[in-house]
């Protein structure tokens, strides 16, 4: 048994394919080569990464190079030339707008929904939307995020009435472009957007079950299941079929 030795070191140097030609290079049955050609092939095939390492290694490259795409597309989704300039928003800031949201709606497919206020929810778009997409301003950036995303259920409503066609045909003419843009990006990730936040809302679902039969005395057990058993048994047939 050949270990790697001080005179294959340098193959520690050499990449996949450099190992893999010499392999190829010497090739031939292990009969057929002589002691130098095995105690080499031998060395060869230690210096290669397992594949395990070389499909863990390939999966990274992968998930660089979907990252990397997704935030070209992120920088390119919205550009200037997409929009017009008006009195109180220029195009350059409608394009900001539009970029912000699209990192919101990618947190939030991503991460679901909180209530802590993630960075992609800026005071820009807090503002836009607040003024020009049918909301009001809930006092501050954080009231809003606090009265219309920072739960599952909420958040899911936000997004189905930022994907709704209707809020262009309500918005005034100088925000109808960008507005526009809004609407197709949630549309383009609200299957995402469901899948994420309808989990979310059967989560906070069953800890308000849980609590509410804690503060009753009722014993729980793991996932909620003996809450609902428990709830329906003693509430009759007919409060047990809401659950």
Same mark, same amino acid.
């Given at each position: 048994?050949?270990?790697?030795?001080?005179?294959?070191?340098?193959?520690?140097?050499?990449?996949?394919?450099?190992?893999?030609?010499? &392999?190829?290079?010497?090739?031939?049955?292990?009969?057929?080569?002589?002691?130098?050609?095995?105690?080499?092939?031998?060395?060869?095939?230690?210096?290669?990464?397992?594949?395990?390492?070389?499909?863990?290694?390939?999966?990274?490259?992968?998930?660089?190079?979907?990252?990397?795409?997704?935030?070209?597309?992120?920088?390119?989704?919205?550009?200037?030339?997409?929009?017009?300039?008006?009195?109180?928003?220029?195009?350059?800031?409608?394009?900001?707008?539009?970029?912000?949201?699209?990192?919101?709606?990618?947190?939030?497919?991503?991460?679901?929904?909180?209530?802590?206020?993630?960075?992609?929810?800026?005071?820009?778009?807090?503002?836009?939307?607040?003024?020009?997409?049918?909301? &009001?301003?809930?006092?501050?950036?954080?009231?809003?995020?606090?009265?219309?995303?920072?739960?599952?259920?909420?958040?899911?409503?936000?997004?189905?009435?930022?994907?709704?066609?209707?809020?262009?045909?309500?918005?005034?003419?100088?925000?109808?472009?960008?507005?526009?843009?809004?609407?197709? &990006?949630?549309?383009a990730r609200m299957g995402a957007l469901k899948d994420a936040l309808q989990?979310?809302?059967?989560?906070?679902?069953?800890k308000a079950i849980e609590a509410l039969a804690l503060a009753a005395g &009722?014993?729980?057990?793991?996932?909620?299941?003996?809450?609902?058993?428990?709830?329906?048994?003693?509430?009759?047939?007919?409060?047990?079929?809401?659950?």
């Amino acid at each position: 048994m050949f270990e790697l030795t001080e005179q294959f070191a340098h193959l520690d140097r050499w990449s996949v394919d450099q190992i893999e030609a010499r &392999i190829a290079e010497i090739g031939g049955p292990a009969e057929s080569l002589t002691e130098r050609e095995r105690a080499e092939m031998h060395a060869l095939k230690l210096a290669l990464p397992s594949q395990g390492q070389l499909v863990c290694e390939a999966r990274a490259r992968v998930q660089q190079r979907v990252k990397q795409r997704r935030e070209q597309g992120r920088r390119g989704e919205a550009t200037p030339a997409a929009f017009m300039d008006t009195q109180f928003m220029s195009a350059v800031e409608k394009a900001k707008v539009v970029d912000d949201f699209t990192r919101l709606v990618e947190h939030v497919a991503e991460q679901g929904s909180s209530s802590a206020m993630p960075a992609a929810f800026t005071v820009r778009l807090y503002e836009h939307i607040s003024s020009h997409c049918g909301h &009001i301003a809930h006092y501050d950036r954080a009231g809003f995020w606090r009265a219309q995303l920072s739960s599952s259920r909420l958040a899911l409503a936000f997004f189905e009435g930022m994907a709704d066609s209707r809020l262009v045909a309500w918005s005034v003419h100088d925000y109808r472009d960008v507005n526009g843009a809004l609407v197709g &990006i949630a549309q383009a990730r609200m299957g995402a957007l469901k899948d994420a936040l309808q989990k979310g809302v059967r989560t906070d679902a069953m800890k308000a079950i849980e609590a509410l039969a804690l503060a009753a005395g &009722i014993e729980v057990s793991v996932g909620g299941r003996h809450v609902l058993e428990a709830v329906a048994m003693e509430s009759g047939p007919a409060q047990a079929a809401l659950f």
